[in-house]
């Protein structure tokens, strides 16, 4: 009996070691050079520390709105491979319909939150670190 809870604990302390650190990164610039470099670093991240070992989302909001859609030819290719290793990406409607862009302007694989902000302020209350590119 001992020896099953010992191995009970052993297995979920294991698994409390190998879950995802999750990371919500803040994507407000309209510059695409910058949006690139951010979208870049989270594949560095990715590749340095593993995809298994943080988990990144990317709430797109006033200009940063404009790196989530489908035609941004410095972003979509890299927006795709990040979707394929498990990051989000999130586009604040308020700036979508500032921009003048509906939900056919984005990929599949973007999501759409009512706004940016509570969005970011939401995922922080779930533990979530800040992270701005």
């Known amino acids: 009996m001992l020896l099953a809870l010992l191995a009970l604990y ?31 670093q989270i594949a560095k991240v990715l590749e340095d520390i593993g995809p298994h ?28 491979a990040l979707a394929r290793e498990g990051v989000r990406f999130k586009a604040c409607r308020i700036s979508m319909r500032s921009h003048g862009h509906t939900d056919a302007d984005f990929p599949l694989e973007v999501e759409f939150v009512s706004a940016g902000a509570p969005e970011m302020i939401r995922l922080q209350m779930q533990g979530y670190r800040y992270w701005r590119p």
Request: proline share 2%; charged share 20%.
């Open 10 to 40: 052993g297995a979920s302390a294991h698994a409390a070691d190998t879950q995802a650190v999750p990371f919500v990164m803040q994507m407000t610039v309209g510059d695409s050079d910058a949006q690139r470099r951010a979208f870049l």
């Open 53 to 80: 070992k943080v988990k990144v989302e990317v709430v797109a909001y006033e200009g940063g709105i404009a790196s989530l859609l489908a035609d941004n030819s410095d972003t979509a290719t890299l927006l795709a």
